[in-house]
């Protein structure tokens, strides 16, 4: 009964069902996008969050009654649903409202227009809200916002060469020579590597290294990891590959952990393989 109350209130000082409509129309929430924030991401996936804002211009409360959603990343569709969410908007208030959604990089890699190694893509979410207004009923007002979402790359790590230091008949120390490039536009940290190489199939060492290496962004450098041999722990024919600077079939792998320097990325570690061929040079 109060909506028609408010209603026929309306009409009397707006003066026919003109300004009626006019004043019903000035009485729907406004809603605005306020657009999006990272609030994690990392090298797998982002977790996006919308801040929606919602002013109500009734000298009562209204509610909320839920959303609808639809998320298009390269212009493809990639994630659309529902959400029942009751919110209790106060009478000539303002209330925000996050819509947190998780983006797994690897599906985004999936979609068509050749977005594999891409370091961002293009977004669109189109919004709908489900309101219960006075003398209107339920009602969906819709909004929309578009803009970037950064991918993330990992690290390029490649081993370029294989060095003999100092080579004896008990052991040798090698020094492993690596390449790292950073494809991304913000910079990394690299704190700390676990490594170990494998010669035609066999271990031969492995060590760590805390590295305070910095990556500018788009940047590379060159680092050379410390390796020492034990021959009686792997055999005298590791000797006589060094001794003669053969190649070999090898298998580099390593623990990398650091950070990036980008909003919601925090600490990060990740697993490295690369094999083939190489000469072990004296």
């Keep these: 009964m109060h909506k028609w109350c408010l ?28 657009g999006m924030r990272l609030a994690a991401v990392d090298f797998d996936r982002a977790r996006v969050v919308f801040d929606v804002v919602i002013d109500n211009p009734n000298p009562v409360g209204i509610d909320l009654a839920g959303f609808d959603y639809v998320l298009r990343l390269g212009g493809n569709e990639f994630l659309s649903g529902k959400r029942d969410r009751a919110v209790r908007l106060p009478p000539d208030g303002r209330e925000s409202i996050a819509i947190p959604l998780d983006i797994p990089f690897a599906r ?17 979410l189109d919004l709908g809200l489900d309101f219960d207004l006075p003398a209107l009923g339920r009602q969906r007002l819709g909004t929309s916002t578009t803009g970037n979402i950064p ?19 008990s052991g040798a120390e090698l020094v492993l020579e690596l390449g790292i490039d950073n494809p991304n536009d ?7 590597l676990v ?11 492995g060590s760590s290294r805390e590295t305070g290496l910095s990556l500018a962004p788009e940047g590379s450098t060159a ?60």
Excluded: H
């Design 7 to 34: 209603a026929a209130a309306i009409l009397v000082l707006t003066g026919g069902c003109a300004g009626l409509e006019q004043a019903l129309e000035d009485r729907k929430p406004k809603v605005s996008m306020e």
């Design 108 to 124: 985004v890699a999936e979609l068509p227009g050749d977005l594999r190694g891409r370091q961002s893509v293009d977004y669109g």
């Design 151 to 169: 991918i993330p790359q990992r690290p390029g790590i490649s081993l370029e060469g294989v060095r003999v230091a100092e080579l004896g008949l």
């Design 186 to 192: 913000f910079g990394i940290d690299l704190d700390r």
């Design 195 to 205: 490594y170990a190489l494998a010669i035609n199939g066999r271990r031969w060492a």
């Design 223 to 282: 680092v050379e990891l410390p390796l020492k041999v034990n021959f009686g722990a792997i055999g005298m024919g590791a000797y006589e590959l060094l001794r003669g600077g053969a190649s070999a079939d090898y298998r580099f792998t390593a623990d990398i952990a650091g950070d990036a320097g980008l909003q919601g990325f925090g600490a990060f570690d990740f697993p490295v393989e690369r094999s083939g061929r190489i000469n072990l040079a004296r």
